[in-house]
């Protein structure tokens, strides 16, 4: 595996892993909002095939908020 694949696949794992954990019950909160945007902000450019050639990331539909 590629050493930018393994990291996109490593970190996507560990958001996962942090939104399981803030959904159980004791789970503690404070934590899961200090560490969450530092991991979302460190997430790697998606590896080259993971998406069509084509795709537009910001083609998608309008959301609550955006403006």
């Not at 404070?30 to 998406?51: C, H, K």
Request: with cysteine; proline share 13%.
């Amino acid at each position: 595996m590629c050493p930018n694949c393994e990291d996109f696949a490593r970190t996507v794992l560990l958001l996962g892993q942090l939104a399981l954990y803030a959904d159980m019950g004791g789970a503690d909160l404070d934590f899961v909002d200090a560490v969450s945007p530092s991991l979302a902000v460190s997430l790697p450019e998606p590896p080259r095939g993971m998406f069509p050639e084509d795709y537009d990331p910001d083609g998608g539909p309008a959301y609550p908020g955006d403006v």
